[in-house]
């Protein structure tokens, strides 16, 4: 207790520092929701193949509040990538991965796991985009050679999705959070003993931690708090896919298979490409994009590495609309450029 007290009236930060530097708290905020929220909702959750879409409608009607606590973990999830892309957006943008990377790394780390924890999620309600979206990342294993009809097996189980499938994501999806729970709190540590990983900290105006930059987090967790509840009571399923009010069908396929938005950057990439194999190794590329510009140079020109990270933000989104068309003209040679542009940072890290 005495230690936090003294952290809070002696740690100073400089007077520059903008609302960027509020996304890394406005995470742990919503990390914390997700794992409460989760928590509650597995207590009622059964992992049955024959109750898995029905035991949702049940917590949606039966449960006290299910409603809220199901569209809050939901929901929250969209929140939470969104400001995962803006924070990591931050980094990129002020050059932060060249000044502590090893903070850097270990930001990527818990932001895959978070994206594993989402997939994993994503499939337990059991409906039927989920069903097909889960179906194709799944297949992709398949590309592994020689080892890869055997792993996805024994990822499965069984020789299709079955129980064991379910009770494996489920399993998971509880645990694997708990790891990223230790992975934020490392990066924190690492963080602040090597001091913020900022080119505003060359600033001399330096100000209290408190009270001035505690009530500055405080605006932003209420501003987002009011985000997310109107978010649930005017448009809850604002981030949902209509398909997904269906129980999952395997037999019968969606015209269109669209995963959710934060996975739709690396879908547009994997489905430009024809050969499963060569879509795989791009597909995997561009999700390590983000730990491998770690080990490129500091580049020289800091006017013309914000304009070009500016540039990939824009075809970051780009990839993110395209992703969810159809694979028709004129978004066949929309995604091959977008997708060249998205290795353009790491190109002129290397040669810059």
Known sequence: MVTKIYFLTNFKLPLRISYFWNFGSILGLLIRTQVITGLILSIHYVAHINHRFSIMISILIDLDSGLILRFIHCNGRSILFLVIYLHIFKGLYYNSYNSNKITWLIGC?????????????????????????????????????????WLLIMIWGDYSVNNRTLNRFYRLHFVIPFA???????????????????????????????????LKDLVRFIALRVLLFIN??????????????????????????????????????LKRFERKVIGVIILLLSIAFFPLIAF?????????????????????????????????????????????????????????
């Open 109 to 149: 780390i818990a932001y895959l796991l978070l994206m594993l924890i989402a997939f994993l999620g994503y499939v337990l309600p059991w409906g039927q985009m989920r069903l097909w979206g889960a179906t194709v990342i799944r297949r992709l294993i398949t590309t592994i050679p020689g080892a890869g009809k």
């Open 180 to 214: 990223v729970l230790l992975i934020v709190v490392l990066h924190l540590i690492i963080l602040h003993s090597k001091g913020r990983i900022t080119i505003i900290r060359i600033n001399k105006i330096m100000l209290p931690f408190s009270n001035y930059f505690i």
């Open 232 to 269: 649930i009571a005017y448009f809850p399923s604002y981030f949902l896919d209509t398909e997904n009010s269906i129980s999952a069908k395997p037999l019968i396929t969606p015209i269109h298979i669209v995963p959710e938005w934060y996975f739709l950057f690396a879908y547009c990439i």
């Open 296 to 352: 490129t140079k500091i580049p020289n020109n800091k006017v013309k590495h914000k304009a070009i990270m500016v540039i990939w933000l824009v075809n970051f989104i780009m990839l993110t609309k395209i992703g969810a068309e159809e694979l028709v003209y004129p978004y066949l040679y929309t995604r091959l450029m977008c997708t060249l542009i998205h290795f353009i940072p790491i190109i002129y890290g290397v040669i810059g």
